[in-house]
């Protein structure tokens, strides 16, 4: 469960950190690389291309973080001994 929480705080800072820098790596690679066209429509105020990017730099750095937490977990836990 603190797992989610960890995905979620830093799925949170990556969309507004994105959204002011929308050129953050990868997820402006991963937008370019499919192809789509950039458009200037606002969604909430912010440009829709910048939207999508945030979204997959916030998914990327999440899952990244999340990985790196539930590592962290199970090294510090103690081993049962039988």
Known sequence: MRGAIVFLIVF???LVV??????????????DSLGLPSTDYAVVGVPATTLIVAVFNGVIYGVIAWLVFTFVEKARKPKAQN
Do not use: K, N
């Not at 994105?18 to 937008?31: C, E, K, L």
């Open 12 to 14: 949170a800072v990556m």
């Open 18 to 31: 994105t959204i002011a820098y929308s050129d953050m790596r990868p997820g402006r690679q991963i937008y």
